[in-house]
């Protein structure tokens, strides 16, 4: 039999020593759409770029957090670099790497220094929907209980001689049954627990008309300086280097 | 002295969930401000439904046949919108985890208040008040979902108490706590009874609420059930005894140490149950020796020819982590190439699951689906027995009768049977009780001796209630 967790966990766990703590959850939302933008350039101008970038993470002390998502994405990065340089040419599949760990280290920077919370008020504030920014927090919220409950289901039918592997193509047939046995369980607990919470909000008037908010949120000084360093800087790169 | 306006008014009301077939049978009820009620009844009967129809959840999110009707403080359910409904009264469910919302103890408060339209003054008022009447203020920041289960249990009664409603409704508050978190959430509640709000709990755990002054009971009958005929005669082989060792077991669990040089010399053929509060490590040793965590040390099996490793099923708290077949008897027989089906038949019917061989195990109740989760395990036969975490949460005593009575036919077969548990009932009817603390192994002997170890409860945290006391130590120092 195998066996199961250490305790070490996946999740974005909250860097409380980020100068981007402080930062309006607004702000570090333009910055990840900007950064997201610039992923679309060329090579050579996004190689300038990844070297800024990660000048930028070290200041913000998101370099490890950053470096350690990309790094639980090794295996599709070595797969997409193998497929892209053994099928296209080794310049497309730096370039496609590059964008992905990119993208990666955003998810990591918004996620390092934002709690959910504050991402439901963004996005409030955005004139999103209470109900919709509500869900949508709630979601990336429960994404460290998913990763929970499909380790507990992996453990509770690896128990009882049930082992799912679900990157093995030999076999196949005989595996969709396997697929099934965490397939099911992970629905049922999901759906379980999305009526427990809904039951739990309406209990607690989530369909109020007469919301108030308790949180407010205000651009600072600072909020203005990066994203006006983040168009800055996307100018430059498209521009100057055009 | 004149009857006071109910709070709460049920008449004739039921409920038919569309797909299920059950629900809740004709009942009517009034309760009073100020009145403590206990509502208790078998698996099945509908406990949760009616709490579900007090608080208006039904018909407002749960679809399906409704009759009579419920007024609460002046609304009608049904008529009523939920917000309006929620300002009235409060509810607390089952699973205080599944209903976290919040990414920090604050915000799960402030959710509640912001929802009532208060200013922000008025929230910050009533947050501070709950962080300390609940005992929460040094655990603001934390993560709910990071908390014990007690602690969970007083931040759910605390974002509801938050919002002031006139009335309380617990839908089995108690099933997930230790003993001395149980004993503490009564505490409150009587103290919120004591200001004149009114409290209907719904549990099955009723004797941790007996000695509460002044409280009302209704029992709900639901559906006569077939009477269930277990099988006298046992059929499993006599086995080798043997004996489990465990040496110097040690498990750290992302950088906390969770349990350290623990040794137990564990005899086959009995039950053994281990005790202790939320966090100290019960289910983390039955992980171990099951191997599926982790440890430093050794667990063996040691018997006349030698020694090997340990054997054992491992049925797990939630049954639904493992069910994912059409029906029980595939679930049961799942991916055995030659089952033997006069053991099978035996075990559906020692399980009382006889009458649902060809029911998807999804549709069956929670102490059903416990009992499958545990015939599953019995089926594959594991060579030295099996372990139990938590199997009688949320379980009437019918059901808790048949796992006992099972448990102790495997036991004397020479199967060494383990389970975790916070039911001290239970527990008393296990041969052997180890009792684990946060420093590690308190006490561990035959139960009725580690019963009247007081010093090693005190060390362990867990005072044992009065009502077990009376039933169950001879001494009584209680």
Known sequence: ?242 | MPRLIPVLRANQVSFRYPQEGHGLEPVSLEIAPGELTLVTGPSGCGKSTLARCLMGLIPHLYHGELTGEVWLNGYRTSDASMWQLAEKAGMVFQNPAAQMLAPSVEDEIIFGLENLGLPPEEITSRLENVLQDFNLTHLRQRNPQTLSGGEQQRLALAAIMARQPQALILDEPLSMLDTTAAGDLIAYLQRFAAEGKTLIVFEHRQEYLDDVPGLRHIALEGKAKEERKVPSANPLPAQESFRLEVENLGVQLGGRIVLQNLNLSLDSGQILVVVGRNGVGKTTLLRSLAGLQKHSGSAKVVTVRGEQPPNLGMVFQNPDLQLFNASVRDEILYRLPRPDMAYYRWLVAALGLQPYEATPPLLLSEGEKKRLALGLVLMRRPAHGVLLDEPSLGQDHAHKDILVHMLRMLADAGQLVMMTTHDLTLASQADRLILLGPEGLLADGPTASVLEDDSAWAKAGIALPNWFLREHKTGGSG
Not at chain 1, 14 to 42: G, Q, T
Not at chain 1, 64 to 88: E, G, M, N, T, Y
Not at chain 1, 96 to 101: K, S
Not at chain 1, 123 to 144: N, T
């Open chain 1, 1 to 242: 039999m195998r066996v199961g967790q250490t305790g070490r966990s996946h999740r974005v766990s909250l860097v409380d020593a980020s100068p981007l703590r402080k930062a309006d959850p607004r702000a570090k939302l333009f910055i990840s759409l900007a950064v997201s933008l610039v992923v679309m350039m060329p090579l050579e101008r996004l190689a300038i770029f990844l070297g800024l970038y990660i000048f930028f993470l070290w200041w913000a002390r998101l370099l490890i957090p950053s470096a350690q998502q990309i790094w639980r994405l090794k295996w599709l990065l070595i797969v997409l670099f193998a497929f892209d340089w053994w099928l296209i040419s080794l310049e497309h599949a730096l370039l496609i790497c590059t964008r992905l760990a990119l993208l990666t280290g955003v998810f990591a920077l918004f996620f390092s220094t934002t709690t959910t919370r504050e991402l439901g008020l963004a996005l409030e504030r955005l004139r999103v929907p209470y109900r919709y920014a509500f869900s949508l927090s709630l979601a990336f919220q429960s994404l460290g209980l998913l990763e929970d409950e499909w380790r507990a289901i992996r453990e509770a039918q690896l128990s009882r001689g049930v082992e799912p592997r679900i990157f093995s193509f030999r076999q196949l047939v005989s595996q969709v049954g396997d697929l099934i046995s965490l397939a099911v369980p992970a629905i049922v607990l999901t759906t379980k627990r999305a009526w427990a919470i809904t039951e739990a909000a309406y209990a607690r008037g989530f369909d109020s008309p007469h919301r108030t908010s308790y949180r407010t949120l205000s651009f600072s000084r600072f909020d203005f300086v990066l994203m006006a360093g983040a168009v800055i800087l996307i100018a430059l790169l498209y521009w100057r280097f055009a």
